[in-house]
């Protein structure tokens, strides 16, 4: 039986083949799709599961891990960030083990596309000692995060499978295997030496740790010396690659003409850490030279150990930053071989940065983001991260750094200015709701608790937009569909000691622009302190908001001179240059206007009108 | 056996990785392998977006510089950007109301004004793909992409729109 995958959704089946039955996640690309997948493939097959998207990661981490603590299989689902997030479980978990299986999937971003750093999880696995699978191809991530199940329930020890995004969203025909139905009941056995170790029993039970992945280092179903196909002549250069690397460089290998390309053989690491022993020496033996290609920081290298005859990322055969393209692959190979390097004719074709990404359009916060710019000018605005981190094409973020910061960050730059005596120019900090949820609540907690002033700005879609709208708190619905108690924001914000709280219709702008300004003269009053401005508009990529939302006519009048503030100041991509015009006017573009009717107000001609609905 | 590599060009909502899967489920009605790429994530918020569709024996949905058989550009705009990803007498064929430089005339076709005709706001990119299906360089033919238009159509509505879609495409003739 077959079925087109997508590399998120081939892993999800895989973990279903193998067992698993709990899994919890937080949405972030590359990896949102594992969960949801997971979750429909239970549904179609009967197998009883709980899935939940957690606040964070590190709650979803601990969550998976105690339910492989009851002797069950689980997995946790999370993007490279996250781990980050997870750190502090993740690092305690590979001492403590398990009594069933746990799989941690954190899935990686070379490029980045669609995260804050490059950062590689295997690297990660290495700092933690904890064993990792790099999966190459969707039919292939099916079956390591099978795999990776079962070998954590026979060591006992929680171990990562990390796809990149070149596989998570890359789609492909998957041969299925039988889902294993695991009726097992939970069962927690009392061990407070081991899952409550002391730093005594912590020592022990590392010591147990090392043993094991040295065991695994030793273990000859990890041995990667036996190349897919050995050439009958013995090749000078010798290629060790893993994950989308491998598969990138066997299909480079592959277009290359014959006499060239038996100069190399390709090996194809499945456990990048730990790295078996002995292939790495065999390999050092049997060729002249070795390159390494993996994605996106030398971790197979690393543990080769310093050695004249390996090329890699450390001595910059392959560059240490940005994604693997074929490219690269091309001029390493030569590097390796000493021949001359490829010609690239096209470089300089590769043209200017193609079309950044903007809010959609309608977005509710575009017209939040407006309004901020308007009710707060000069100020210093700190985000964070969602879609409205696009507010800085709008000239309207100053930061952004990681989950949660926005809070942590205005309420220093209050601090920091404040205790030197400096002006304040207004503060404001722009989060949105899951952001908010995920790590802004210890910040807002801290940032009350340390007597910061500024403005809390909260872009409220009730959903989490840029991974695919998933569910928040608030939305009153779980992963599974399921209804849940639906959190007050509001509430919660209350029992962070906020008592200054606006909710605001952002479409209702001249109101938004007014709460905004008093939030700030709240903020600075003698006995002020946050105030907080719930912006709240639903996501239109919502079915349900796109459908509510009334579909007005927008016209450009003659009135428009071609000045351009509406498309620098408000940047809707639905208004566009008219093409051939020499006056460089704008018009509305058909297909993507949504009729929100927000962008009226923005000319200064009054040339964009509404025309009927 | 089919091997081709294709490169589709186009902005966030305009359908580039639904052509992507239109292709890829075409190719496994005809028995072909194939490996695809999408963009996720920040990438679709209307900026510039490429998916990868290589049919075939691969084991990566990447596609080198000079090496795609056939590109499909959606936005003009984007035409400049992925040109060089074409192979030495490989094929493109781009959405785009004008002639572009490097272009011969008969590779571009104005979809979106006619799906907008057809009050077809939502399918410029079937009426496109209708419309370059003809093109002898494109992988499968206009009763194949049919075909898995219908199977992967959720209601009869859509199925409907997007078949009708495909057919206006193909009336735009190939000059």
Redesign the interface.
């Known amino acids: 039986m077959q079925q087109v995958m997508l590399g998120n959704e081939a892993i999800a089946r895989g973990l279903l083949e193998k067992g698993c039955t709990f899994i919890y996640a937080y949405p972030g690309t590359p990896s949102s799709e594992i969960l949801p997948a997971f979750i429909e493939q239970a549904s179609e097959h009967a197998v009883a599961i709980h899935g939940h998207w957690s606040v964070n990661e590190k709650i979803a981490l601990e969550s998976a891990f105690t339910a492989a603590m009851t002797g069950l299989r689980s997995a946790a689902v999370m993007k490279q960030v996250g781990l980050n997030v997870a750190a502090d479980a993740f690092l305690s978990i590979a001492y403590l083990g398990v009594t069933g299986g746990l799989v941690v999937i954190s899935a990686d971003d070379p490029g980045p596309n669609s995260s804050q750093t490059e950062q590689d999880s295997r690297m990660f696995a290495l700092f933690a000692k904890v064993a990792v699978f790099d999966p190459a191809t969707p039919q292939e991530a099916a079956l390591f995060a099978g795999r990776a199940l079962e070998l954590s329930a026979e060591i006992g020890l929680p171990v990562l499978l990390r796809p990149t995004a070149t596989l998570c969203h890359a789609r492909q025909n998957i041969s299925l295997k039988s889902i294993i139905r695991d009726s097992r009941n939970p069962e927690f056995v009392r061990q407070p030496q081991r899952w409550a170790a002391t730093p005594k029993h912590r020592l022990q039970l590392h010591q147990k740790l090392n043993q094991k992945m040295l065991a695994l280092a030793c273990d000859p179903r990890f041995d990667f010396a036996d190349a897919e196909s050995r050439p009958t002549a013995p090749a000078p250069y010798g290629i060790i690659a893993s994950g989308c690397a491998w598969a990138l460089t066997a299909d480079v290998l592959s277009s290359l003409p014959q006499d060239e390309a038996r100069q190399f053989v390709l090996y194809k690491v499945d456990l990048p850490y730990p790295l078996h022993k002995k292939a790495g020496r065999t390999l050092l033996l049997r060729h002249a030279r070795l390159l390494v290609v993996e994605e996106s920081q030398p971790v197979i290298e690393y543990q080769l150990g310093p050695q004249e005859k390996i090329c890699g990322r450390n001595d910059g055969t392959i560059p240490n930053a940005g994604a693997l393209t074929p490219e690269i692959i091309r001029t390493a190979l030569a590097l390796l071989s000493k021949r001359p390097l490829p010609i690239n004719p096209a470089a300089d074709e590769a043209a200017a940065p193609g079309k950044r990404p903007s809010l959609c359009p309608g977005c509710p916060h575009r017209s939040s983001f407006y309004a901020l710019k308007k009710a707060l000018p000069h100020g210093i605005y700190a985000g964070d991260i969602g879609c409205y981190t696009l507010g800085i094409n709008l000239n309207a973020l100053d930061s952004c750094l990681c989950m949660g910061a926005s809070i942590s960050q205005a309420g220093s730059f209050y601090q920091t200015l404040a205790h030197c005596g400096a002006d304040i120019p207004p503060l404001a900090a722009v989060i949105g709701d899951s952001t908010f949820y995920h790590s802004g609540i210890p910040a807002l907690v801290n940032a009350r608790w340390e007597g910061s002033r500024f403005v809390l700005f909260l872009l409220d879609n009730s959903t989490t937009a840029m991974t695919g709208n998933q569910p928040t708190p608030a939305a009153g619905l779980r992963a599974d569909g399921s209804r849940g108690p639906a959190l007050s924001l509001e509430k919660i914000i209350q029992g962070c000691g906020i008592e200054k709280i606006t909710v605001v219709d952002p479409y209702r702008r001249d109101e938004l622009i007014a709460a905004l300004k008093t939030a700030w003269q709240y903020c600075m009053e003698p006995d002020g302190g946050i105030a907080v401005v719930i912006a709240r508009r639903g996501c239109l990529m919502i079915p349900a908001e796109r459908k509510a939302l009334q579909h007005l006519q927008i016209t450009i009048s003659e009135a428009c001179t071609g000045c351009g503030y509406c498309l620098k100041a408000f940047e809707c991509p639905a208004l566009i240059r008219r093409i051939n015009d020499p006056e460089k006017r704008v018009t509305i573009d058909p297909v993507t206007c949504v009729g929100c009717g927000q962008c009226v107000a923005v000319c200064p001609q009054e040339a964009i009108q509404i025309t009927g609905s | 056996m089919t091997d081709c590599k294709l490169l589709i060009a186009g902005?966030?909502?305009q359908g580039v990785v639904f052509l992507?899967?239109l292709l890829?489920?075409t190719a496994?009605m005809a028995g072909d392998?194939?490996?695809?790429?999408?963009?996720?994530?920040?990438?679709?918020?209307?900026?510039?977006v490429t998916s990868q569709v290589k049919i075939g024996n691969?084991?990566?949905?990447?596609?080198?510089?000079?090496?795609a058989d056939l590109l499909l550009v959606l936005?003009a705009?984007?035409f400049?950007?992925n040109?060089?990803f074409v192979r030495p007498g490989g094929i493109s064929l781009v959405n785009s109301?004008?002639s572009l430089a490097d272009l011969p005339s008969e590779n571009f076709c104005g979809a979106?004004a006619v799906a907008?005709e057809h009050k077809l706001?939502k399918a410029?990119n079937l009426v496109f793909c209708g419309w370059a299906a003809q093109h002898p360089a494109f992988p499968y033919n206009f009763a194949q992409i049919r075909e898995a238009i219908k199977l992967m159509a959720v209601s009869p509505d859509i199925e409907t729109a997007n078949l009708r879609a495909l057919e206006i495409g193909r009336q735009l003739s190939i000059r």
């Open positions: 902005q966030g909502g992507s899967r890829s489920q496994l392998d194939f490996i695809t790429y999408e963009s996720h994530g920040m990438a679709m918020r209307g900026g510039s691969y084991r990566s949905p990447l596609i080198g510089e000079k090496s936005a705009d984007e400049q950007r040109r060089h109301p004008h979106t907008l706001a410029v």
